[in-house]
């Protein structure tokens, strides 16, 4: 098994327009990791999902992470 280094961000953006934030990233590929469906439900991971596009990224989407996910669920992840 190889060794994975991942950083944890630095900066936290907040408030009412944060979402739009993501249209302003930089990089070739973003992970959206959601637990429940409310993020769906309520349209914020379509529309992170079109603005991570309009940046240049390809997006994957994790679902149904749990609070404090097992190593089952983060193996998930780190296929996706």
């Known amino acids: 098994m190889s060794i994975t280094h991942f950083s944890v961000p ?7 327009e944060s979402l739009n934030h993501l249209g302003t990233l ?3 590929k973003a992970v959206l990791v959601t637990g429940g ?6 349209g914020f991971l379509e529309r992170a999902e ?10 994957c989407v994790v679902e ?3 609070p404090n996910p097992p190593a089952g669920t983060v193996g998930r992840g780190a296929r996706a």
């Open 10 to 16: 630095r900066h936290i953006i907040s408030g009412p």
């Open 26 to 28: 930089t990089g070739r």
């Open 37 to 42: 469906s409310s993020m769906q439900r309520y």
């Open 50 to 59: 079109v603005l991570l596009h309009q940046a240049g990224m390809q997006t």
């Open 64 to 66: 149904g992470v749990e």
